[in-house]
């Protein structure tokens, strides 16, 4: 069955003429699954619509199964979807408001040395409407609608690489971004990938002009190439390439992120190393403990050499900030949570 969520209202009001219905009703569906309701919930449609509906289409795509809060507020999600898979989302309550971190495929095929979204491998791309059926969810389950909308920013940053799924990934922000939808700004939205460089070009082209970060976690290629398979297909000169592109098309700035790992990229020659890497170009380095994972084997590095390699970037010139670590007593790394859930099904 077709998901409702995957079309815009365009598409909805078609579909609803197409119906013998007046045009009007496509908005009142339009609205009433962006709160998150499906056709058993009270709502001012026709009895016979609703059931036409349910008959044919998937309401809600995503449903909350689990949810997991921490000491410090930051709330873990175990989504299920209407074919039985599992992901997952983390929703992170600031001062300055929430932010959802939402997933963009089941499992992943990047299989990096320190994530736990590639230990179940790769299953499939989630369709547009079951990204944004993670936000509607989440939404309705902290009080909000369609016009009371309660998250303010959202990180694609869960299990998967966005740019894997580009087309899916590209509808969802056309979406959540439209005046019929959310009408999130897209300086609120933030995508983080691995890197690919032909997709982060056509990004550019897009003209969407969301914040991306790409997850660097290394000064060299060779290191790269260690923890990250992809680099074996992408050198870091044509990833640099390719995001000074998007940086010239949209005026936004690029982040770096970079995960610090034990006796592997988190010494102060690396720190060097990595100012020396970026010198030139504007990037803002985001600097990540790692969150571990068992199943990897790799080790977190303790405060005082992440101070010292912020400290001797800071003192190179590059601009960079430690980000703060939030949801570590919920799994809140990447793909810890369902792979921890994934077990615990099949100890059953």
């Known amino acids: 069955m077709k998901v409702l969520l995957d079309m815009n209202l365009a598409e909805l009001t078609s579909l609803i003429e197409s119906m013998g219905q007046p045009k009007f009703r496509a908005k009142q569906v339009y609205d009433m699954i962006l709160s998150g309701k499906d056709a058993h919930d009270k709502c001012n449609l026709p009895k016979s619509l609703l059931n036409v509906l349910e008959a044919n289409f998937i309401f809600q795509p995503v449903v909350i199964e689990h949810t997991h809060t921490a000491k410090d507020k930051t709330t873990k999600y175990i989504f299920r979807l209407h074919d039985g898979n599992l992901i ?16 963009t495929q089941v499992g992943c095929k990047m299989n990096c040395a320190f994530c736990a979204s590639g230990l179940n491998g790769w299953v499939r791309n989630l369709s547009s409407g079951e990204i944004l059926g ?12 369609k016009s009371n909308r309660l998250i303010d920013k959202i990180v694609l940053m869960g299990t998967g690489e966005p740019l894997d799924n580009f087309d899916n990934v590209v509808e ?44 660097l976690h290394a000064p060299d ?13 992408y050198k870091i000169v044509d990833l640099f390439d390719a995001l000074d592109y998007y940086e010239r098309v949209t005026s936004r700035r690029i982040i770096l992120e970079y995960i610090l790992i034990k006796d592997i990229n988190s010494s102060v020659k690396d720190a060097e190393k990595l100012a020396k890497l970026i010198k030139g170009h504007s990037y803002h380095v985001n600097l990540i403990r790692l969150n571990e994972v068992p199943e990897r084997g790799l080790k977190t ?13 800071s003192n190179l010139g ?22 921890y859930y994934m077990k615990n099904e099949e100890d059953k």
Request: charged share 25%.
């Open 88 to 103: 997952e989302g983390v929703l992170m309550k600031y001062k300055y408001g929430n932010t959802l971190c939402v997933s």
């Open 134 to 145: 993670q936000y509607v969810a989440v939404n309705k389950a902290i009080g909000g609608s």
């Open 172 to 215: 969802f922000l056309r979406n959540i971004t439209s005046d019929e939808g959310f009408n999130l700004g897209v300086r609120n939205i933030s995508l983080s990938t691995c890197g690919i460089p032909d997709k982060i070009r056509a990004l550019a082209d897009i003209g969407l002009n969301i914040t991306l970060s790409l997850s």
């Open 221 to 233: 290629d060779e290191t790269r190439k260690k923890i990250m398979p992809i680099a074996k297909k």
């Open 301 to 313: 590095i303790d405060s005082a050499t992440e101070h010292a390699f912020y400290e001797k970037l």
């Open 318 to 339: 590059v601009s960079v900030t430690i980000r703060r670590t939030t949801g570590d007593d919920v799994s809140g790394a990447c793909g810890q949570l369902r792979n």
